[in-house]
């Protein structure tokens, strides 16, 4: 049997706050956060988004940099979250740490702005900037050395496959540690493109009601520190949780929509439980993917109906608090469901009133206090690229 | 109307990039989605884009696109009453 | 067990989807050289490609043309590599989106996320597999290929496919002319083989590769591990080497694959590192006749793995104009801006 690969380090930024503590508290509050937005420039007002309450020059400020340096949205918000991250695991280069990057809309927001003065030769250094790879090079400053790093896009789900492999590459002997999640700011052009999809909700969205019509954009990001248990233990650091299994799949339906037996959703859940060894009897909560929108949340109910059956274990989206950060939610709710599992609290699902007519399922309503022992959390992707992952409270080897 | 259904059906192709039809290949009174042309939903917002864009109707929901795009007979008769352009 | 390339399919500015580039290849001739297309119509239906941009159809194309449709949908993965993704349509969204915010079409939207490519592949071909796409810069492909082995040693697959796919527009190759990526004129591959001067010149590519432990009669060769690098020391990179080779029992590496592309300070840590790593084998290059892009490292395993099944390395890909004959072994060296750096070993069957 491989070795466990526990959790180490967490850090979070997204429209409820910074840092791990604001988030719990704001959970536990119930706390509201979307709204209209203050830095995205668009003429879309009427949408309401889950936006990070600081600005660029706030975040430069709090993060201690140069208000002139270059640097785009994604990667401050990322260097955010994986600075708290580094502190609370207190990891350092001795160990052999690999940085795994979940991010979409990389440098856009910026290159939105900027796109005419590029052709001019005006603010061209933000064209070296716009890629994906770009802000994880930036972000990966902050610590001392990364053996390894990459990023992963695979839209809605690229933060829980940096988790994925973030652990295979600790089952490989490749790296003893990994510093995994994702990042995404909120841009024009994916809240024009969500809108071109017409599945952006106008009020506070409401995941797995009856009526519902879409789902509110987020922004934020979220990094874990993963690592072999003997390192962590040699090493005398605080062992949060275990990551005791996961699974990435494809529904290979369709682009946008789902599959009417939503077969990666399914086959999400059921091999991460495998993986986990883990009865379906034995999850304590699941952190659903949850976005909103009438497809997935019908689509995720039918996939839990499937997996679980009649036992279905107590589940919410945590969408409605944040919005959806797409790149960044795997890594935001892989967070919140560690939060969930290390306090003993499943968050609520709020704005719910009226379950969808087909599957009649009723997710958790007001914030529930309970020990847990094994969470689960969703994400889907466009095009089908569907990931599930479980965390367990550790039990020492 | 005839005008329209023609107009419709050219406005059709092109947007939803049918190399190999041609207005003549495609029955007005037949429906869009399912067999027929073998749409999809992001045809349908395709249809919903091709419309404000054109005829400056704006729909709100996509499921309001279901009932407008059954044919191209049913979505020129919609655009007539509808059209602020 | 060993992982084999079985089959590898490229679509990029020589002829498509063959090996012509091996005994008779197309010399570029401009700064910006486009895919030379192949009859699409072949691998994908009209109805189907209706809403695609070029990349996407290079995607499936080269996929197509790697994976047999039987064993299409029992693929254990399906990882791409992508620098910038379908930037075509990125592009025609933002533009439009530029002029105004009302009414614009959502297929441009639907294909500018990276992922469209390798799960458009899975939803070709019903393949419910882990599906996964990389974006980071010059070792996308790398990455995807790294992260393939690491499911091989996990004992998860049997069978995996991994592209490495980017297009460049018009628009893209103007931008970064302003950063300068590209030389005021065409590369050669005298510049190639000996560079004076900053700058390089756009290629476009669609690389499939079909890796399998039970392969068929007459596969590429063995793919023996692919390691991936941050600003490594020289004496990792070493060390990696002589792990390698003694993992595989390997005592002499024939030839290295290099990515020179007339960029002067790219090209001389590419000699640099092929000195110190392997000071005794042919170099070989392949960027003269294909171009440069994010993911255009994995032509370079493409044209390793395609020299180890000829038995041959031809006098045009190599540094010193001169010919190896029967190469065994093959180590390819990719590195991105001397920070992302990537070895892969191969080894002929």
């Not at chain 1, 999640?181 to 999809?197: A, D, Q, V």
Request: proline content about 3%; glycine content about 8%; some cysteine.
């Amino acid at each position: 049997m491989t070795e466990k690969i526990v959790v180490t380090g967490y850090g979070i930024i997204s429209s409820i706050g910074a840092g791990v503590e604001k988030t719990r508290e704001a959970l536990l509050k119930e706390e509201k956060s979307i709204g209209r937005v203050a830095h995205l420039n668009t003429c879309h007002t009427d949408i309401p988004c889950g936006e990070v309450k600081e600005s660029d020059d706030e975040l430069k400020k709090a993060l201690g940099i140069a208000s002139d340096q270059i640097i785009t949205r994604t990667p401050l918000l990322a260097m955010m979250a994986m600075k708290e991250a580094i502190s609370t695991s207190r990891l350092t280069d001795q160990i052999s740490t690999a940085f795994i990057n979940g991010t979409t809309v990389g440098g856009m927001e910026k290159s939105e702005k900027y796109y005419y003065d590029f052709f001019e030769g005006k603010h061209t250094e933000y064209i070296s900037a716009h890629d994906c790879g770009a802000g994880t090079e930036l972000v990966s400053h902050l610590f001392g050395h990364f053996d390894l790093m990459t990023t992963i896009s695979t839209a809605c789900s690229s933060a829980a496959n940096s988790v994925i492999l973030g652990a295979d590459l600790i089952k490989t002997g490749r790296v003893d540690a990994a510093i995994v999640g994702g990042t995404e700011s909120l841009s024009k052009f994916h809240l024009n493109g969500f809108n071109s999809l017409m599945i952006l909700e106008h009020q506070p969205c409401r995941p797995f009601e009856k009526s519902n019509q879409g789902l509110n954009l987020g922004e934020g990001a979220g990094y874990i520190v993963i690592e072999r248990e003997s390192v962590a233990k040699a090493r005398g650091a605080n062992i949060i949780c275990e990551l005791s299994g996961y699974a990435n799949t494809c529904d290979a339906f369709h682009q946008t929509a789902t599959s009417e037996t939503s077969e990666g959703a399914y086959r999400a859940m059921t091999n991460a439980l495998l993986n986990a060894h883990l009865k379906t009897n034995e999850i304590d909560y699941i952190n659903a993917h949850g976005t909103g929108t009438s497809d997935n949340d019908l689509h995720e109910s039918i996939a839990l109906k499937r997996v679980f059956g009649e036992n279905i274990p107590p589940f919410s989206s945590t969408k409605a608090f944040t919005g959806h950060t797409t790149s960044a939610a795997g890594a935001v709710e892989s967070v919140i469901s560690i939060l969930a599992l290390q306090y003993g609290f499943i968050p609520a699902n709020l704005g719910f009133s009226e379950p969808i007519e087909a599957t009649g399922l009723i997710p958790v309503q007001k914030t529930l206090h309970r020990t847990l022992n094994h969470v689960m959390t969703n994400s889907f992707g466009f095009g089908g690229n569907d990931s599930s992952c479980i965390f367990s409270k550790y039990q020492p080897s | 109307m005839d005008a329209l259904v023609q107009e419709l059906k050219e406005k059709v192709i092109q947007a939803l990039n049918l190399e190999d039809v041609t207005p003549d290949d495609i029955d007005a009174n037949a429906p869009l989605f399912g067999e027929g042309l073998g749409l999809d939903s992001i045809d349908a917002l395709e249809l919903i884009v091709l419309m404000e864009r054109n005829y400056g109707i704006k729909l709100k929901n996509a499921n309001e696109g279901k009932d407008i795009f059954k044919s191209i007979q049913v979505m020129a008769d919609y655009i007539s009453k509808n059209r602020t352009k | 067990m060993s992982i084999y390339i079985d089959k590898a399919a490229q679509i990029s500015i020589q002829q498509p989807l063959c090996n012509e580039w091996f005994s008779n290849p197309s010399m570029p001739t401009d700064r910006l050289c486009k895919f030379v297309r192949p009859d699409f119509k072949q691998y994908i239906s009209a109805a189907i490609s209706r809403r695609m941009g070029t990349a996407l159809k290079c995607t499936l194309s080269s996929a197509s043309a790697c994976v047999s449709e039987e064993k299409r949908s029992n693929l254990d993965g399906i990882l791409t590599g992508t620098g910038l993704g379908s930037i075509e349509n990125t592009e025609n969204f933002l533009l439009a989106m530029l002029e105004g915010e009302e009414g614009l079409s959502p297929s441009n939207f639907m294909q500018s996320t990276h992922n469209t490519l390798g799960s458009q592949v899975a939803i070709a071909f019903k393949c419910h597999g882990y599906n996964i796409t990389y974006a980071h810069r010059g070792t996308s492909f790398d990455s995807a290929l790294m992260n393939a082995v690491v499911k091989f040693q996990l004992n998860e697959y049997k069978t995996a496919l991994v592209n490495g796919v980017d297009e460049m527009t018009e628009k893209y190759f103007q931008l970064f002319d302003h950063i300068g990526f590209w030389k005021d004129r065409n590369v050669t591959i005298e510049d190639v083989r000996n560079a004076t001067s900053p700058g390089t010149f756009a290629g476009e590519n669609s690389v499939s590769l079909l890796l399998t432990t039970q392969p068929s009669e007459q596969p590429l060769c063995e793919l023996c591990d692919t390691q991936l690098f941050y600003r490594p020391s020289d004496e990792q990179l070493k060390t990696c080497v002589e792990k390698l080779c003694h993992a595989f029992n390997i005592n002499r590496i024939d030839a290295i694959v290099i990515g020179n592309n007339g960029d002067k300070e790219n090209d001389a840590e590419y000699r640099r590192l092929a000195q110190l790593l392997t000071p005794d084998a042919k170099q070989i290059i392949y960027k003269h006749l294909f171009g440069e892009s994010f993911t255009m490292s994995g032509l370079g395993i493409y044209v390793a793995a395609t020299c180890l099944k000829e038995k041959r390395v031809p006098a045009h890909i190599t540094m010193d104009n001169e010919a190896l004959e029967n190469p065994q072994t093959i180590l390819v060296l990719n590195h991105f801006k001397q920070l992302d750096y990537s070895i892969t070993l191969l080894k002929s069957c």
